[in-house]
């Protein structure tokens, strides 16, 4: 299939060598500066050109008046002007031949004025500049360091690369799940918050997403879409190679109101959204939290079948896990007699060999690693969800290295669930940083292997499923 | 329109007020059902409208007088006299069409009666749909065990109603109604019949 020009040019967006930023500050506390100070200080290997009429130099760079003041190629450029400003900055960035512009400046459809977007749309299109916003935050690329968004480092953490690519329509809650994911130690691909979707709106998005290479799970946050019936046939054609998570927030009546004056979005009923949802087999979550709860399982291979294997340090948390398999429809798998066998010459007499494997209140990692290794050479078992309690006596860390090895050799998806205080929250975000999902509890965990399981059902019925797939290219 | 769109539905005949139904209903067979048609009701039902297990030419005959007295001072296009579906363990469902301002026409489809109203146990897609979309309609409604077979019952065909859906998917994109919808649909283990149809467009 032919991709148009603008959907290309996000690249220019995404991963440019040179950048512009219009409306570079000296003042501190301007979004024009934090910007560029972003730019330096995340480490941005490409070039930075401050724009600005009344500067000489900006943290140590060099200020141009204007991009047709800047001698060598410009890729892209974040602009961040007054609204009354933004058409005659992109007609330069136009003439100047930049490929993408992320438009910061808000103050366009949001409150009303249609007619000044559409003029600036226009421009756009003209030059084919792939243009995210207005009225947005732009777009960050960990893996290149590109980093629009003028919230600073300090108070909005950046997550490490990994292969979640997300696209929210809210500046302010792309802006948390940011932060979120980068404190849970969650890898991301691409990040665009993209405002009002005056030229780029969520299906090129999607469209490009799907092409890209580095991405290997779309999240999307939801207000509304622009073409309903565009947007169903876009998802649908991507869901058969990469899970696409969605959230749609705006279902209640109240919510709708909501959401359209804040992006102007058509409503469309929330039964109209779930069932497109679900015709495009798109992941739906609920909740924020659910929301990287189902994208983080998809660092693991894609299971082959639901039958669960439970290993646990604290009996009471297998019960629970076992209920929670049963309501998500999974199953207990049954160990292989030969699994049986080599798990009781190992493990103490008092051990009761069975699924859930509950390996005893005084476990240590070396009973981990061979119940794991048991586990994952039966092949009556699809998934290893691994319980470790870590406020034991006979756990430490190491447990941490035989899991994340364990989740290495890629042949079955190993699942954490650790539930505990700040010593083991420390321990989770290492394993979730090695991509080990990781849950606080087993009911969210289920949950999230259930979704899992139907991706995996759908994504089989597409592709010549080798098993278990991978469905991450590379590592 | 249902023959157009291939929507089985039972065998009828169109009765006048001043004919005799009798010649009609040996011609159709027994049971029957007989319904007022007026364009000024649309709720049928709760006009008294429907008399349904006719298995007489002369309870039909006596229907018809009941149907005129109930319908005094509104309007009488004719009577609909219709074969009665009997399948065993049938169920009633009911297909709906209805239009997003985002999505376009949409199709539901739910358990039928009072299921509908109380538990409101309906599934919807985006027209149009395909077969697999059709099957998982049905087993998102939480009475699917119900259709299915549960405790001893024959199962519905589900291709059969999968049909419909289909059908009836492709009538919503085609003719683009402001409302429609089939209810009941009587599905059981051979057959899908669409008993009552509402199509409105302005």
């Given at each position: 299939m032919k991709i148009p020009k603008k959907i290309k040019n996000l690249d220019a967006v995404f991963n440019p060598s040179s950048i512009a930023v219009i409306?570079?500050?000296?003042?501190?506390?301007?979004i024009g500066h934090v910007i560029v100070k972003n730019f330096i200080d995340g480490g941005f290997a490409g070039k930075v050109y401050p724009v600005n009429p009344n500067a000489e130099e900006i943290l140590g760079l060099r200020a141009y008046?204007?991009?047709?003041?800047?001698?060598e190629k410009v890729d892209s450029a974040v602009v961040a002007v007054p609204a009354v400003h933004v058409a005659s900055v992109l007609e330069d960035c136009g003439k100047k031949g930049i490929k993408g512009v992320v438009l910061i400046t808000g103050g366009f459809s949001e409150v009303g004025k249609r007619e000044e977007e559409e003029k600036i749309a226009a421009i756009a299109n003209r030059y084919d500049i792939a243009l995210i916003g207005p009225n947005c935050m732009g777009v960050i690329t960990p893996a290149t360091r590109v980093d629009s968004v003028f919230l600073p480092i300090y108070k909005l953490g950046r997550p490490r690369v990994g292969g979640i690519s997300f696209i929210s329509q809210s500046g302010a809650v792309g802006g948390c799940i940011v932060d979120l994911a980068a404190r849970a130690g969650i890898g991301m691909s691409k990040f665009v918050s993209y405002g009002n979707a005056a030229v780029i709106n969520e299906c090129d998005l999607l469209e490009y997403l799907a092409y890209d290479?580095?991405?290997?799970i779309i999240v999307a946050y939801l207000e509304g879409v622009k073409d309903g019936k565009r947007f169903l046939k876009v998802a649908k054609k991507i869901t058969r190679k990469k899970p696409i998570v969605v959230i749609k927030a705006g279902k209640s009546q109240a919510g709708a109101e909501a959401a359209k004056s804040h992006t102007g979005s058509l409503a469309g009923s929330a039964e109209a959204y779930s069932a497109a949802f679900k015709q495009a087999s798109l992941i739906e979550a609920q909740t924020l939290e659910q929301l990287f709860d189902f994208a983080k399982i998809f660092d693991q291979v894609l299971p082959c079948g639901n039958r669960v294997g439970i290993i646990t340090n604290g009996g009471g948390m297998g019960v629970l896990a076992t209920d929670s398999l049963e309501e998500e429809g999974l199953q207990l798998a049954n160990l292989s007699e030969e699994t049986k066998k080599s798990l009781s010459a190992a493990l103490p007499p008092y051990a009761n060999i069975r699924n859930p494997l509950d390996i005893i209140g005084d476990a240590d990692s070396h009973r981990y690693e061979v119940a794991i290794n048991a586990m994952m050479k039966d092949e009556n078992i699809d998934i290893i969800l691994l319980i470790i309690l870590f406020q034991t006596v006979g756990i430490d860390s190491s447990v941490v290295n035989i899991a994340i090895r364990a989740s290495d050799q890629r042949k079955k998806p190993i699942i954490a669930v650790c539930t505990g205080g700040e010593y083991t929250e420390m321990h989770k975000r290492i394993l979730e940083s090695y991509g080990v999902p990781s849950y606080s509890s087993p009911s969210s965990a289920m949950r999230a292997i259930s979704k899992f399981m139907q991706y995996a059902a759908h994504y089989s019925k597409y592709n010549q499923m080798a098993c278990p797939a991978q469905l991450k290219t590379k590592k | 329109m249902l023959s157009k769109y291939k929507i089985p539905f039972p065998k009828f005949a169109i009765v006048q007020p001043s004919e005799d139904p009798a010649p009609y209903a040996k011609k159709l067979g027994f049971p029957l059902v007989m319904k007022a048609l007026s364009?000024?009701?649309?709720?049928k039902t709760e006009r008294g409208g429907v008399i349904l297990g006719l298995v007489s030419a002369k309870q039909v005959q006596e229907a018809k007088s009941e149907l005129l007295r109930r319908y005094q001072g509104v309007e009488i296009e004719g009577l609909l006299l219709q074969r009665m579906v009997l399948g065993k363990d049938s169920v009633e469902l009911i297909v709906g069409g209805k239009r997003d301002e985002q999505f376009g026409q949409m199709i539901m489809l739910g358990m039928g009666g009072i299921f509908v109203e109380v538990m409101k146990d309906v599934s919807f897609r985006i027209c149009p749909i395909e077969k697999e979309d059709a099957l998982q309609m049905m087993r998102e409604l939480r009475a699917y065990p119900v259709l299915s077979g549960a405790r001893g019952r024959k199962p519905i065909d589900e291709k059969r109603l999968a049909s419909v859906l289909l059908n009836a998917s492709e009538l919503l994109v085609k003719e683009d109604p402001d409302e429609f919808d089939i209810n009941p649909l009587i599905a059981w283990h051979d057959g899908c019949m669409a008993v009552d149809v509402r199509i409105m467009k302005k």
């Open positions: 409306g570079a500050s000296r003042e501190p506390n301007k008046r204007s991009v047709l003041d800047i001698k290479k580095e991405t290997e | 364009p000024q009701v649309s709720h």
